[in-house]
């Protein structure tokens, strides 16, 4: 059985994803999608079910997805020391680990149709329909957070907007699923 606030906190990540975006319809179409996703600790609980079962820790999560009419383009990453009860005053947090702040993780598409022979379909809570085919890179994702840090968002907007056009290229328009 789960320890009830492991349970109550995978419940609200569920149902949180999408529920607290902000997102902003631009001149050209395109939709710019900001979310973040609280984190959790479940360390110090003492619970006798399986691992991997919503037990550990996870950081706060941030995603930016630029929506379009093919699809959608997304960089994500993780504040990893942003777990609840580790906050010490103002600003500050009291480190554990010696990983860093933050994380990126993913930069990639969920797109209406594959992209190369073989992309898998999955379940998508951000292109209309529900599906989606869906790649990433955590290691491309990582060549995006020094210009976030020096630039802000207008950096990563910039690069989900040269990858989402890559994709939206004609050449790959023969991949189109029937």
């Known amino acids: 059985m789960k320890h009830p606030q492991c349970a109550a906190d995978f419940e609200r990540r569920r149902h949180d994803i999408g529920a607290g975006a902000v997102a902003e319809r631009m001149t050209d179409g395109f939709v710019r999608r900001v979310e973040m996703l609280p984190g959790y600790d479940h360390r110090r609980f003492d619970c006798a079910?399986?691992?991997?079962?919503?037990?550990?820790?996870?950081?706060?999560?941030?995603?930016?997805?630029?929506?379009?009419?093919?699809?959608?383009?997304?960089?994500?990453?993780?504040?990893?020391?942003?777990?609840?009860g580790r906050h010490v005053e103002s600003g500050t947090v009291k480190p554990e680990f010696d990983h860093g702040v933050f994380y990126a993780f993913d930069l990639g598409h969920h797109w209406s149709w594959p992209t190369y022979e073989?992309?898998?379909?999955?379940?998508?809570?951000?292109?209309?329909?529900?599906?989606?085919?869906?790649d990433g890179s955590g290691l491309h994702a990582e060549s995006l957070v020094a210009p976030f840090l020096a630039r802000g968002p207008a950096a990563v907007w910039e690069r989900l907007r040269t990858e989402y056009d890559r994709l939206a290229a004609p050449d790959l328009a023969p991949m189109v699923a029937g």
């Open 49 to 84: 079910f399986p691992p991997g079962d919503c037990h550990g820790q996870h950081g706060m999560q941030l995603d930016f997805s630029l929506i379009g009419p093919f699809g959608a383009t997304r960089w994500a990453g993780w504040f990893l020391e942003m777990v609840p």
């Open 118 to 134: 073989g992309e898998g379909q999955m379940e998508c809570e951000l292109l209309p329909g529900g599906f989606c085919y869906y």
